[in-house]
């Protein structure tokens, strides 16, 4: 049963070495690579996801996984900060949108803060951070 995909387009990118990251084994399995449209941002140690359209953003690069078990979820809303119950209070909302490339509709966190911190005007993660995350 697929339980959707989702678009991962910080830290755990499999560009980028974060030790401190969960795995994704049992959870979900890298796809490829995909291809938002948004904002992305630099909040210190880690990135900020801004949905746009066409004329506010640019291209995000992103991973795209399958989600493979339900449990992904309770995992990775805990790590994002996503609380359902608590969408103001929340550092990141799990959202739906549809990718630029490939065309399909993902699952992707969208940061819920700080909207002013400095962009990445190039959009990929792993390209600023020199392939290691900064904590």
């Keep these: 049963m697929v339980l959707g995909h989702v678009a991962l387009y910080g830290s755990l990118r499999r560009?980028?070495?974060?030790?401190?990251?969960?795995?994704?084994?049992?959870?979900?399995?890298?796809?490829?690579d995909c291809t938002l449209w948004g904002r992305l941002v630099d909040h210190g140690p880690y990135p900020g996801f801004f949905l746009t359209?066409?004329?506010?953003?640019?291209?995000?690069?992103?991973?795209?996984?399958?989600?493979?078990?339900?449990?992904?979820?309770a995992v990775f809303d805990a790590l994002e900060g996503f609380e359902e119950d608590d969408p103001d209070g929340s550092l990141y909302l799990r959202q739906r949108t549809v990718l630029v490339a490939p065309r399909m509709e993902v699952w992707v966190y969208v940061s819920n803060h700080r909207p002013d911190d400095p962009e990445i005007v190039h959009g990929d993660w792993a390209r600023h951070v020199g392939g290691r995350a900064p904590w």
């Excluded at 560009?15 to 490829?32: E, K, Q, T, W």
């Excluded at 640019?58 to 992904?72: M, Q």
């Design 53 to 73: 359209g066409p004329d506010d953003g640019g291209p995000v690069v992103a991973d795209l996984a399958e989600i493979l078990h339900p449990g992904f979820f």
């Design 15 to 32: 560009a980028v070495f974060s030790p401190a990251a969960p795995s994704l084994d049992g959870l979900a399995r890298h796809v490829g």
